[in-house]
């Protein structure tokens, strides 16, 4: 088993991420049948951070207590009983309680399997073993929506896609395969309650992945509407993995990169990015659409994700756990608010205007945090 250690966990990793967006082609589906538009799409995918926040800022460390093998085994169950759910009984009040399930088995996932991953490969890999998270983690949050748009494109309009039987056969198997892992950590006698860390130096990597998961989290909430209110839907499914699969293809590059470098890089591609989305939902041109997604992947998921969690991995060893807990809100603070706001924005002046008002403030924040840095 210990061969197959590092496999498995970044399977696991994968089929939690890979349900958060697997419902997401879904999502205008779902809306009508609330009658509330773009406010109930930002709602439901709001819901998903409901339940992330609260299980990062309070069980941030719990894997430090309890282990690191019973969160990542509560988080496959969370995402298959998440994922049931929807195939049972579709529905928008549904859609709102798996994303909530869906949020916090992904925050279990991350904080535990970001520690356990470099306890299994070693202290001197460290940021090797950032690399196959956010490779795992970014795959799986791209390739459960591109799953699922497939699988509607072959088999016709369904609530019950195949990439949801898929995730609902592996779940039990990864399971048992998660249980039979080696034990890696050292128990610590602290508290269930632990809150997260912020280690001095984190805060400009905190901030710019905030930013730059805002333009992914308006991507995955906002331009499956944007793409069905113009004959587009099926669409939604590419555009979402394109959202996450570019960045997968940026680490090994930004892996070879100091960490500051990674993150100078992933700042200049942030507003690169979402203007050519911007352009593209004005112009209502596919090609811009994708070239503005893949800009802001590679930012999100790439260059801004790897030297984040690599950097807040190295600065805090011995809080490894809490420390990419605070880093992740950092990251689901900028993947909600804003989407919250546009959201509600959007059903008041459209689409497109909301987006670009969301353009205007991400720029502002960007001056801000580079001014701030160039003082220091």
């Given amino acids: 088993m ?8 970044a399977l696991c990793l994968f089929a939690v991420t890979f349900a958060v967006n697997l419902q997401a082609p879904l999502y205008p589906a779902y809306v009508a049948t609330s009658g509330l538009g773009a406010t109930a799409a930002t709602l439901a995918f709001a819901a998903y951070v409901a339940g992330l926040m609260p299980t990062l800022i309070f069980l941030g460390g719990l894997s430090d207590r309890i282990g690191r093998k019973a969160p990542l085994v509560c988080a496959l169950l969370l995402s298959g009983g998440a994922t049931l759910l929807l195939a049972v009984s579709p529905g928008w009040v549904q859609l709102v309680i798996a994303r909530v399930l869906l949020g916090t088995g992904t925050a279990l996932a991350t904080t535990s399997g970001t520690a356990y991953m470099t306890e299994l490969m070693g202290e001197p890999r460290a ?28 088999q016709g309009p369904s609530f019950v896609p195949a990439s949801f039987r898929l995730l609902l056969l592996a779940v039990p198997l990864l399971v048992l395969s998660c249980l039979a892992l080696p034990r890696a950590w050292v128990p610590r006698r ?56 570019v960045g997968f293809l940026c680490q090994p590059l930004a892996r070879r990169m ?38 802001t992947s590679a930012s999100s998921y790439g260059f801004t994700y790897l030297s984040a969690l690599s950097e807040v991995s190295m600065l805090a060893p011995e809080n490894r756990a809490r420390a990419t807990a605070g880093l992740f809100v950092y990251a689901y603070c900028g993947f909600s608010v804003p989407v919250i ?29 580079v001014i701030a840095q160039r003082g220091r």
Avoid at 203 to 217: F, N
């Fill in 127 to 154: 940021k090797q073993a950032a690399l196959v998270v956010t490779s795992a983690t970014s795959l799986g949050f791209g390739g459960g929506a591109l799953a699922t748009g497939l699988s509607l494109m072959a």
């Fill in 258 to 295: 100091s960490n500051p470098r990674a993150l100078r890089l992933g700042l200049c591609l942030i507003p690169l990015g979402f203007a050519g989305l911007l352009a593209g939902a004005a112009l209502q041109s596919i090609p811009l659409i994708l070239l503005g997604t893949g800009l």
């Fill in 190 to 245: 602290v508290s269930m309650l632990r809150l997260p860390v912020f280690p001095e130096g984190s805060a400009p990597y905190g901030i710019a992945i905030g930013l730059s998961w805002a333009s992914t989290g308006m991507t995955i909430a906002v331009v499956p509407l944007l793409l069905d209110r113009q004959g587009l839907g099926a669409w939604s499914g590419p555009v979402i993995f394109l959202a996450l699969f």
């Fill in 2 to 9: 210990p061969r197959f250690s590092v496999p498995i966990l």
């Fill in 341 to 369: 706001a546009a959201g509600g924005l959007a059903d008041r002046i459209g689409v497109v205007p909301a987006m670009a008002v969301f353009f205007g403030v991400q720029l502002a924040c960007l001056a801000g945090l």
